[in-house]
């Protein structure tokens, strides 16, 4: 099994990109810098963050009196739902720079003072709700909703002696009550206004920085994976910070999630898209993307990965990897020239290459399907996900006793991942008719795939590239009892499920979709606010949903809020609808398509087809004619 965390070790060839960004703070000097690293939902964005820490940790030694650098990270995500993201930032640096004056112990007192007014423009956003609440009349919860409480009935209670003393004591015993940092700050607090607090702060911290002679460095990651408060409330406590010397911040993050964020911040508010995109801009000044990986780099990091996995079962020596290793990432960094043979592969590996052909018989293979699939298109996580699953399936055939090859459960979960859900169907109806488990119609497709020969689709659901280079692929499957592989597949399902790979936001979506009965403009506006790959996996899961209802109408209503939200998922849908049962294609549902390119053929398929309902089929042949 493969973790899904980010690698210190560069397997993806991000390495040039890393040295970029370390570059950048380097030769900032003490100016102010702040970049921020985009990509999509597991593209290895936190990976290239580990890299460029690794690049500016490099040469520093944990005793060293004056590190050019202070390193830390933040990861707003795991704040979530605990603690306000804006003062657990501000926070964290203000320990992380007392930890640091104190391990040199010098200008200790400074960095205390900055910690000081860290906490105080937290007293400010307690104090001020509180004493609102006593304003109202309401109750505040906690010690300081006693303090409060107290002193509102000491003030109530003026005229009369005894309730006076009475509530004297009340206040005494719930100052008491509070922590002494926070009596402190209480105490201190003055009459000042925010904008001086927060001048205040950001001169302490300057200073404090220009004394420690040092450049702080802030890695923010998974801002992404937060709910919108969150993430825009860990960018307004950076802009507290930004802009001051000696600092650079780093942060990791989906564009288009902080954007979601960010119009979700100003919900109810007219917001152009102009101003959605300078809000993050602002915050950024140099702007790096995380490099798509191609099938080379794909090709090397499934190598990588399965030969790990060799060395782990013990099947490949530790040597013989590690030195493969280096030959294959030597082969990656010139890769830009040519590419990556298998013949190459294999001399990475010579000493012991016979150990391991067949893991790299698969990265050669697998790699051009896994870049080239709209439903990995060389995603990290993704990839990584396709293993840890192929593994699972693997052990549990092995208990099982399935004669199974590693190559055929490759091969069929890859099909399963990549075809639409009427492809796969068309597969299992196919195995479970032979009474040998045989996909017969394969057949001759292989025949035609291994001479070279034009691609002829079995069904409509097979048609498009990946169905014709999927068949390229070996082994045959023709003649192999596939009903064992299909027992671990589909209907069995070990984490494949679209649900597991969508994020935080998206599986809301999904919720929201799958309860949905009819066109939603507002679940389309929240589909359209997704990327394409988080909606493919939600309209997969409406279509699987039609399916086990028969397509009744709520379920094309369904499907037609992820099209109408992101009109290139028409095609996915499509292939579908050819399996419709024809009693279910309903006049009703003919006019929202008849206006979509993508569902032409679909439409006079179902008008050939004797099975689709004879009111359905007279009014397409009214409409060819142009009548109503």
């Not at 010139?334 to 010579?350: D, H, M, V």
């Not at 589909?490 to 949905?516: F, H, N, P, Q, V």
Request: proline share 4%; aromatic share 6%.
């Amino acid at each position: 099994m493969w973790h899904d965390i980010e690698a210190e070790a560069d397997l993806l060839n991000f390495g040039l990109v890393a040295n970029a960004a370390a570059n950048l703070i380097k030769n900032a000097g003490n100016s102010p810098v702040t970049i921020g690293i985009s990509g999509g939902w597991g593209a290895g964005k936190s990976t290239l963050v580990k890299l460029v820490q690794t690049q500016l940790g490099q040469g520093i030694a944990p005793d060293d009196k004056k590190p050019p650098y202070i390193l830390m990270e933040f990861n707003a995500w795991l704040y979530q739902g605990y603690e306000d993201a804006r003062q657990a930032l501000l926070q964290a640096v203000a320990d992380r720079l007392v930890e640091e004056a104190s391990r040199r112990k010098t200008f200790v007192d400074n960095a205390l003072d900055f910690a000081k007014r860290v906490k105080l423009l937290k007293v400010g956003r307690i104090v001020a709700p509180a004493v609102a609440h006593v304003a109202v009349g309401s109750v505040a919860a906690g010690p300081l909703g006693a303090l409060f409480g107290a002193v509102t009935g000491l003030v109530q209670g003026f005229s009369d002696e005894s309730k006076r003393s009475e509530n004297l004591q009340a206040v005494q015993n719930a100052y008491a009550e509070l922590s002494p940092d926070l009596k402190d700050l209480i105490g201190e607090k003055k009459e000042a206004s925010l904008p001086k607090e927060i001048e205040g702060l950001r001169k302490a911290f300057a200073e404090l920085l220009a004394k420690l002679e040092v450049r702080l460095v802030v890695f923010v990651d998974d801002l992404d994976r937060c709910l919108p408060p969150t993430a825009i409330g860990t960018l307004e406590a950076m802009r507290l910070l930004l802009h001051v010397e000696r600092t650079a911040f780093l942060i990791a993050a989906d564009e288009s999630m902080i954007r979601g964020a960010v119009r979700a911040h100003f919900k109810g508010v007219e917001i152009e898209d102009g101003l959605v995109t300078s809000y993050f801009d602002k915050l950024i000044q140099i702007p790096l993307r995380v490099p798509r990986l191609g099938i080379n780099e794909v090709k090397a990091y499934l190598a990588l990965l399965l030969t790990d996995l060799a060395e782990r079962e013990g099947r490949l020596s530790k040597k013989a990897q590690s030195t493969g290793q280096v030959e294959v990432l030597k082969l990656l960094k010139k890769s830009w020239s040519r590419g990556i043979s298998r013949e190459e592969l294999g001399e990475a590996f010579k000493a012991e290459k016979e150990a391991v052909t067949k893991e790299l018989d698969i990265a050669d293979q697998l790699a051009p399907l896994l870049v080239t699939s709209a439903e990995i298109a060389g995603n990290p996580r993704l990839i990584k996900r396709f293993l840890n699953n192929l593994m699972i399936r693997q052990t549990i055939a092995n208990d099982m006793e399935m004669p199974l090859a590693l190559e055929q459960l490759v091969k069929i979960q890859l099909f399963e991942r990549c075809s639409s859900s009427a492809a796969f169907e068309h597969l299992t109806k196919a195995v479970a008719a032979n009474p040998d488990g045989y996909a017969d119609f394969l057949d001759a497709l292989e025949d035609a795939a291994t001479k070279g020969e034009p691609y002829e689709p079995p069904h409509p659901s097979w048609t498009g590239p990946f169905y014709e280079q999927w068949l390229k692929l070996a082994p045959r499957l023709a003649k192999e009892n596939l009903q064992p592989i299909l027992h671990l597949s589909r209907d069995r399902s070990l984490g494949l499920a679209a649900y597991d790979e969508l994020s935080a936001e998206a599986k809301k979506i999904l919720e929201a979709t799958m309860e949905a009965t009819d066109r939603s403009a507002l679940l389309i506006r929240q589909l359209s606010s997704l990327g394409e790959g988080d909606a493919s996996r939600i309209l997969t899961r409406a279509i699987r949903k039609g399916h086990e209802n028969q397509w009744e109408m709520e379920d094309f209503m369904r499907c037609l809020n992820c099209t109408e939200a992101h009109p290139t998922l028409g095609t996915q849908l499509a292939t579908a609808l050819y399996e419709v049962p024809g009693r279910k294609r309903s006049v009703a549902l003919i006019p929202l398509l008849k206006n979509q390119s993508w569902a032409a053929e679909v439409l006079q398929e179902w008008e050939n087809d004797t099975d689709t309902d004879e009111k359905s089929r007279e009014y397409l042949r009214r409409q060819k004619k142009g009548g109503k």
